[in-house]
């Protein structure tokens, strides 16, 4: 039987000097995206993502942050103010600063940041890959050395759901990756071992 962790998807439209910015987030796009996550998570893994709640909230970015786009500052606001409950949230924006923003606090406090990315495909993806590190998995490649002789290596790291590149659409996960996947602590607190 599947682990089963409920996933809250909270579409962010910012607003700045009065006016709201753009956002492509649709209600039903941001359930594809959030299926299609956990469809490749329950194929590689067992461990499902389901639906809890999808709201949609306008916020202005406080003093210190961006005013346009989610930065480091604007992630830990937004975290703070729309927490996980009792899965897991997804905070959907339109733009970020920078790709991983959120870091080493995904863990803790099981909040991740999605951007907007029209490839249904693609955007499920990196949110499987953000799935992956709530589900304490670190990237593949984080020691890689430069140099020539690791190019076996590297093409099975650019297979491998948490490459920090490109996410390959076969995006797999080795036997000791789902093991500890399904023992984190986000799964042992939904019935894994």
Do not use: K
């Amino acid at each position: 039987m599947p682990i089963q962790i409920p996933a809250d998807l909270t579409i962010v439209t910012l607003r700045s000097s009065g006016r709201e910015l753009t956002q492509r987030w649709t209600d039903a796009y941001a359930r594809s995206v959030l299926q299609g996550a956990s469809d490749l998570l329950h194929a590689r893994a067992d461990i499902e993502f389901r639906l809890g709640t999808c709201e949609r909230v306008v916020e202005e970015m406080p003093s210190g942050a961006q005013a346009d786009t989610i930065d480091d500052a604007g992630y830990h606001y937004l975290a703070a103010a729309h927490g996980a409950g009792n899965g897991i949230r997804a905070l959907l924006v339109d733009r970020v600063s920078r790709a991983e923003l959120g870091g080493q606090a995904r863990q803790q406090t099981r909040v991740c940041l999605i951007t907007y990315g029209a490839d249904l495909g693609a955007t499920s993806r990196m949110f499987a890959h953000e799935l992956g590190h709530l589900l304490a998995l670190p990237h593949v490649d984080g020691a890689r050395r430069s140099g020539p002789g690791q190019e076996r290596e590297i093409a099975a790291w650019m297979r491998n759901l948490m490459y920090s590149g490109a996410l390959n659409p076969a995006a797999e996960l080795t036997a000791a990756q789902v093991r500890l996947a399904r023992s984190s602590a986000l799964a042992r607190r939904f019935g894994g071992r």
